[in-house]
């Protein structure tokens, strides 16, 4: 499984050095959900998305990133830490 991020619009992936690539097999593989939210927070990305691949691709799932979300992910974390 890779976790991605794309712009919905050009369907274009960030790929290493924070440039982006029509290519998912180039793109950067964040491993983990919460390590993208904090990268679209720390680039102050809008307009993107989370991808999640499959190597079967018939279960790959895109998830859109509300603005809302990415901006709250590390009260979330911190909140969840504390529990």
């Known amino acids: 499984m890779r976790i991605l991020l ?14 982006w690539t029509p290519s998912a097999h180039l793109a950067h593989d964040f ?5 993208a939210l904090d990268f679209v927070r720390r680039q102050n990305l809008k307009d993107v ?8 691709s ?13 901006a709250l992910a590390p009260r979330v974390s911190a909140q969840v830490g504390t529990n």
Request: aromatic residues 8%.
């Open 58 to 70: 018939q279960w790959d799932e895109i998830v859109p990133l509300p603005l809302v979300v990415a």
């Open 6 to 19: 794309q712009n919905p619009e050009t369907k274009l992936y960030i790929c290493p050095k924070e440039n």
């Open 31 to 35: 491993h983990h959900s919460q390590k």
């Open 49 to 56: 998305q989370l991808v999640v691949r499959f190597e079967d």
